[in-house]
T-cell receptor, first 113, second 113 residues
Framework: GENVEQHPSTLSVQEGDSAVIKCTYS??????FPWYKQELGKRPQLIIDIRSNVGKKKDQRIAVTLNKTAKHFSLHITETQPEDSAVYFC????????????FGSGTQLTVLP | EAQVTQNPRYLITVTGKKLTVTCSQNMNHEYMSWYRQDPGLGLRQIYYSMNVEVTDKGDVPEGYKVSRKEKRNFPLILESPSPNQTSLYFC????????????FGPGTRLTVL
């Protein structure tokens, strides 16, 4: 089955700096890659996703890039703010498959004021 | 308000005492899932359901049961809980197949003594 590896497990940045979280996946058939944000004590919530026919997608300060050849995708957060502090999860799945999303192990992002 | 609800939110029980965690969604979603979240392991899927009376195993189904008798409800049953099932559990639903946005419930923190 699919295996998703996520790095780093923890990341600290100064407010205003950029943060990058990387994930690799094993199944070349995977074609949907969402990112979820989980604030402390809260439920995960989708922040951005990308499908395999697109190489990059941006939503304000958040962007995701996908390299299908290398089987990796990344989350980029620019101009980080304290409210960006949370655990971020990447995931991968195969469109049209009834199988589940496979999640990475998570990255604890801390934005230092 | 569109939402996924879970009950109870917190539960402490003893080994072997059967328990049920309820999950309900009011968005008319077809797909529902149960995940467990453990430190360093991310979110791992336990069971999922594509529609009423259609369920299937995820990555970690051992020790769990589910049922989908109604579209809105997807209870998780632990027939004989053991300490290794101590975890944070999330129910999630999505409109269609797993490439649609998953909406998570608030989580149930289970401790098995």
């Amino acid at each position: 089955g699919e295996n998703v590896e996520q790095h780093p497990s923890t990341l600290s940045v100064q407010e205003g700096d950029s943060a990058v979280i990387k994930c690799t996946y094993s199944d070349s058939a995977s074609n949907y890659f969402p990112w979820y944000k989980q604030e402390l004590g809260k439920r995960p919530q989708l922040i951005i996703d990308i499908r395999s026919n697109v190489g990059k997608k941006k939503d304000q300060r958040i962007a995701v890039t996908l390299n299908k050849t290398a089987k990796h995708f990344s989350l980029h957060i620019t101009e980080t703010q304290p409210e960006d502090s949370a655990v971020y999860f990447c995931a991968a799945s195969i469109k049209g498959s009834a199988r589940q999303l496979t999640f990475g192990s998570g990255t604890q992002l801390t934005v230092l004021p | 308000e569109a939402q996924v609800t879970q009950n109870p939110r917190y539960l402490i029980t003893v080994t072997g005492k059967k328990l049920t965690v309820t999950c309900s969604q009011n968005m008319n979603h077809e797909y529902m899932s149960w995940y467990r979240q453990d430190p360093g392991l991310g979110l791992r899927q336990i069971y999922y359901s594509m529609n009423v009376e259609v369920t299937d195993k995820g990555d970690v189904p051992e020790g769990y049961k589910v049922s989908r008798k109604e579209k809105r409800n997807f209870p998780l049953i632990l027939e004989s809980p053991s300490p290794n099932q101590t975890s944070l559990y999330f129910c999630a639903s999505s409109l269609g197949k797993f490439t649609d946005t998953q909406y998570f419930g608030p989580g149930t923190r289970l401790t098995v003594l």
